[in-house]
């Protein structure tokens, strides 16, 4: 029998709202759906968060590991001279450089993505750390009053100075872990893209002249005190120029012969590159001849020849932060965390391509987010890639961050067996190791012509990233969305 359209309509209307009143599963139930986790779910996140799962049970020893060995080794005395030295651009002693070269590259094994770049200490990201440092723990907080008989003088207490800095890096690597941790469980990998080239090319290249002119007192050999703000360029060049006359002429030399050595040797590596089965390993070789010339001729005693001095053997326990410090530091690593990840995913980005393989922006947030929080707890500061040294992995013929483990087990042995050995290594040497590092980001400049027929606008940005000065006082902490507009050292500019 046929229902009336009426019938139908009544029908429908009763048998919804016998679907509504019928009882759904409770918010429990619900609950429970969501978070249950069967074994391939179960796998499928440990896989996630640990990439090394699944490429290290197929690896192809007889394939890959005499590429990695070789790899890793010339990537670990790259690593050892660069740590060194961009210890000195973060203002904490030089040894921390080192415990900074081991930590992140052994973790990144684990958690990172890509096969060919080599995380660790790098120049830009070891400045702007420098400049928060140096600006929570100035040298004017530690001068002490000594007595001598009648005379009274003031001496820098460079124990108690060093011991402080160290902490505010601590912390502020740190809270920069953190800050990408949590943007990587967030899913935001994506942030690099709002980042422009020129945004980048600019900031490097800014980045880059505030580092050589912050070396020139180690390369000549005499007594400044860092400067950060508004004008620091000028104010560093002021300063080194008006003691000019005090220059320690070793000290001069043997920077001067360094930066040649190592120029000479970069331009070999690159000319012949297709040639040399791996490049020449310039900076370890001035770093052992420099230190051995240093110590042959008691360079320190005789001619006051600024050197690394005691570096204490085998690795420091763990320790906690001072996290009272958060307050000043939190805005200045939301910064860091945002421009050490925007590079690393570049380089990543760039190998990837070239070999033919995926990385994956959320993982490599949260890779370099984990690499920074738990070393933190073992004395190092910010890192993130390197150009030079990722180009050293891949060149040498690395397939996989074997290679990584490899560089920082090199790191290692110096650490807990030779590293008294470096003692004597000059700071100019150092010093030559960086400005010669940096000279690739000085051909950025090149950049102005091609932008000026390409883009104006893009060309405008360029110039403000590069000249923009940061306006804020000592202790002067501003807010957020000011502070994101600048670096945290000698007034270079970050746009976000």
């Known amino acids: 029998m046929s229902l009336s359209s009426s019938d139908r309509a009544r029908s429908v209307l009763f048998n919804t709202c016998v679907r509504r009143t019928e009882p759904g599963p409770s918010s429990l139930t619900r609950v429970s759906l969501l978070v249950r986790c069967s074994s391939d779910r179960a796998r499928s996140v440990l896989f996630s968060v640990l990439p090394i799962l699944s490429w290290l049970p197929s690896y192809p020893v007889r394939e890959f590991l005499f590429s990695d060995v070789v790899s890793g080794l010339s990537t670990g005395v790259v690593q050892l001279p660069q740590g060194l030295a961009y210890a000195l651009l973060a203002a904490v002693p030089p040894v921390f450089g080192l415990y900074s070269s ?76 953190a800050i990408q941790i949590v943007l990587g469980l967030l899913r935001f990998g994506f942030v690099a893209i709002y980042l422009s080239e020129p945004l980048v090319r600019g900031f490097t290249t800014a980045a880059a002249v505030h580092v050589v002119i912050s070396q020139l007192k180690y390369l000549l050999g005499v ?12 104010y560093s060049l002021q300063a080194v120029f008006s003691r000019i006359t005090e220059t320690n002429v070793p000290t001069l030399l043997l920077g001067l012969s360094c930066c040649v050595f190592l120029y000479v040797i970069k331009d070999l590596n690159e000319r012949f590159k297709k040639r040399l089965p791996i490049p020449i390993p310039g900076e370890i070789i001035v770093v052992i001849v420099s230190t051995g010339v240093s110590y042959g001729m008691a360079l320190s005693n005789d001619y006051h020849v600024d050197v690394v001095g005691e570096i204490p053997t085998g690795l420091l326990a763990p320790a906690l932060p001072d996290f009272s410090l958060t307050p000043n530091l939190i805005t200045d690593a939301f910064a860091v965390a945002i421009v050490g990840y925007s590079m690393g995913i570049s380089l990543a980005k760039i190998f990837a391509l070239k070999h033919k393989y995926s990385v994956d922006g959320n993982q490599e947030l949260l890779a370099h987010g984990l690499c920074n929080f738990i070393s933190s707890f073992f004395h190092t500061f910010v890192v993130t890639c390197s150009m030079s040294r990722s180009m050293v992995q891949e060149s040498t013929g690395g397939k996989t961050q074997i290679a990584g483990l490899l560089a920082s087990l090199v790191v290692l042995l110096v650490v807990v067996a030779i590293g008294f050995v470096f003692e004597s290594l000059p700071q100019t040497a150092l010093a030559a190791i960086i400005m010669v590092n940096l000279l690739g980001m000085f051909k950025q400049f090149r950049d102005i012509p091609h932008l000026w027929r390409t883009s104006k606008i893009e060309l405008e940005l360029f110039q403000i990233v590069v000249s923009k000065k940061k306006k804020k006082k000592q202790n002067h902490v501003p807010p957020l969305p000011s502070r994101l507009l600048h670096s945290v050292d000698g007034g270079t500019c970050l746009l976000l």
């Open 102 to 177: 081991f930590y992140p590259v052994l973790l990144y094994t684990f958690f990172g993505t890509s096969r060919h770049v080599s995380m660790g200490t790098f120049a830009v990201i070891s400045l702007m750390t420098g400049g928060v440092v140096v600006r929570e723990a100035p040298d004017s907080m530690f001068y002490i009053q000594t007595v001598n008989g009648t005379n009274m003088s003031v001496v820098l207490d460079e124990v108690a100075r060093d011991a402080r800095r160290v902490q505010v890096a601590m912390v502020f690597t740190t809270l920069t872990g």
């Open 223 to 234: 007594k400044t005190r860092r400067y950060s703000g508004l004008l620091s360029v000028i």
